[in-house]
């Protein structure tokens, strides 16, 4: 497909680069680099109008938010801390699989009043107790959740889980489930209207390479 207007992709390094890159490769969009061996933070591509900034996955939503960038690929896990204010979000890409659970030692007790979570992911974590009025004491953290309940820093955790692993590696379970993630396109809601042609284009082509699969 061509692109009349200028369009920027936020895309995060790691497993969501990798993954996505097939994807637009089937769309037709190739970077001129490559993003494992160069410290650009922007990629031109084979498509003088379509640039892709790379940044840490966290970020993706605030850069499609604000229009900094007109799409982005992110984990449901982190647009749902986000909130999605300001973008849309047409499409499961059906990568980056993983699932999101409440994990901690084979006995905790997660019914207990004032539970203590330890989470990167503060707001699903608050609103999956608060479905169920159960009250919980947050603890932000940025990683290495493993750690918390060992060290008497938590009761529980709430985390991605893939295979079950690293939780096994340090005593811990996964008690209950929450939901599944994966990641998904996301697309700016001043840019959908205004490069309506190229926005919706570009995810009609993703989402005929998604199927094609
Ligand atoms: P960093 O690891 O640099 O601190 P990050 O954790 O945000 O940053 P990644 O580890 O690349 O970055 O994770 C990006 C996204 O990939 C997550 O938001 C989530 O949606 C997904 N993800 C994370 N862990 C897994 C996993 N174990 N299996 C599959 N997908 C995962
Ligand atoms: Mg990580």
Same mark, same amino acid.
């Given at each position: 497909?061509n692109f009349e207007? *200028?369009?920027?992709?936020?895309?995060?390094?790691?497993?969501?680069f990798?993954?996505?890159?097939p994807?637009?490769e089937?769309?037709?969009?190739? *970077?001129?680099?490559?993003?494992?061996?160069?410290?650009?933070?922007?990629?031109e591509t !084979?498509?003088?109008n379509?640039?892709?900034v790379?940044?840490r996955?966290?970020d993706?939503?605030?850069?499609v938010?604000?229009?900094a960038?007109?799409f982005g690929?992110?984990?449901?896990?982190?647009l749902?801390? $986000?909130?999605g204010?300001g973008?849309?979000? *047409?499409?499961?890409l059906?990568?980056?699989k993983?699932e999101?659970?409440?994990?901690g030692?084979?006995?905790?007790?997660i019914?207990q009043?004032?539970l203590?979570?330890a989470?990167?992911?503060?707001?699903s974590? $608050?609103?999956?107790?608060a479905k169920?009025?159960?009250q919980?004491e947050?603890?932000k953290?940025y990683?290495s959740?493993?750690?918390?309940p060992?060290?008497?820093l938590?009761d529980i955790?709430v985390?991605?889980?893939e295979s079950? !692993?690293?939780?096994?590696a !340090?005593?811990?379970?996964?008690?209950e489930y929450?939901?599944?993630?994966?990641?998904?396109?996301?697309?700016?809601?001043?840019?959908?209207?205004m490069? $309506?042609?190229?926005?919706?284009?570009?995810v009609d082509?993703?989402?005929?390479?998604?199927k094609?699969?």
């Amino acid at each position: 497909m061509n692109f009349e207007a *200028p369009i920027t992709i936020a895309l995060s390094k790691g497993r969501i680069f990798k993954d996505t890159l097939p994807l637009l490769e089937a769309a037709g969009i190739r *970077p001129l680099e490559d993003a494992d061996k160069t410290r650009k933070l922007i990629l031109e591509t !084979n498509h003088e109008n379509v640039k892709l900034v790379l940044i840490r996955a966290t970020d993706v939503p605030t850069y499609v938010q604000w229009g900094a960038a007109d799409f982005g690929v992110t984990g449901k896990d982190v647009l749902m801390e $986000h909130g999605g204010e300001g973008l849309y979000e *047409p499409l499961d890409l059906q990568i980056a699989k993983c699932e999101m659970w409440v994990a901690g030692y084979p006995d905790a007790d997660i019914t207990q009043r004032r539970l203590r979570v330890a989470t990167k992911y503060v707001k699903s974590a $608050h609103d999956f107790f608060a479905k169920r009025g159960q009250q919980c004491e947050m603890i932000k953290l940025y990683g290495s959740m493993e750690l918390a309940p060992i060290v008497g820093l938590a009761d529980i955790i709430v985390d991605l889980v893939e295979s079950g !692993n690293t939780l096994k590696a !340090n005593g811990l379970v996964p008690l209950e489930y929450m939901c599944d993630i994966s990641s998904r396109l996301v697309v700016n809601k001043a840019s959908w209207k205004m490069k $309506h042609n190229d926005c919706l284009g570009l995810v009609d082509t993703l989402s005929q390479a998604l199927k094609q699969k």
